[in-house]
């Protein structure tokens, strides 16, 4: 899907955080995806959430549906994924993700990974060879420097500029955006609780 027409980013842009809760392996069988609506980075406007499968293949319709089925989607100029697994190594497609929703998708990560490590653990699971097919498709890995520190990013639908103007605009507390940082925290307080 191509870039959406992003001449005026404006400082209230609608950008949903989303990332999974905590779980000990081998315990459950799912867990909690919740998703966080921003207003730029200074205002939290709507939460929502679903439940994948630990180390399955579900991540990406799952992730649509719930996006899809909120009353915040049309609002939304961007998808923002701590990280391209969930709930162990059920990987999103961040293409299939981005042409499932019709909104941009950007994964930002902390560190870069080691996709070699990554590569050798997938060969523990079924379907090791889809799961790495579908981290290799995401993209290439682009530094973004956020109040100079430098953070990881991989991208869908959107160019490498505006991503990081969003990026930029939305990390007002720390060097990760708000809606990530936020999504972090109630999905680990609900999980854990």
């Known amino acids: ?19 999974d809760g905590k779980f000990t392996p081998h315990t459950k069988s799912s867990v909690i995806v919740v998703g966080v609506v921003f207003r730029g980075g200074s205002w939290l406007d709507g939460v929502m959430h679903t439940n994948i499968a630990i180390d399955g293949l579900d991540a990406t ?16 100029r961007l998808i923002m994924l701590n990280g391209i697994t969930f709930g162990g190594f059920n990987v999103v497609d961040i293409k299939k993700l981005n042409s499932l929703t019709k909104i941009p998708v950007a994964v930002l990560m902390r560190d ?3 996709l070699e490590a990554i590569q050798k653990a997938l060969k523990n699971l079924p379907e090791s060879e889809e799961r790495w097919k579908t981290i290799v498709e995401a993209g290439k890995i682009l530094e973004v420097s956020c109040r100079s520190k430098t953070i990881y990013m991989e991208i869908a639908g959107i160019s490498e500029a505006n991503a990081k103007e969003i990026v930029g605009l ?8 708000e809606p990530l940082r936020v999504a972090h925290l109630i999905a680990s307080g609900i999980s854990s609780g």
């Open 61 to 76: 319709e799952q992730i649509a549906l719930m996006i899809n089925s909120s009353p915040h989607c049309k609002q939304l």
């Open 112 to 114: 870069k990974p080691d």
């Open 1 to 19: 899907m191509e870039d959406r027409d992003f001449r005026a980013i404006k400082p209230e842009i609608r950008v949903l955080g989303v990332d």
């Open 170 to 177: 939305t990390s007002t507390r720390s060097s990760f955006p």
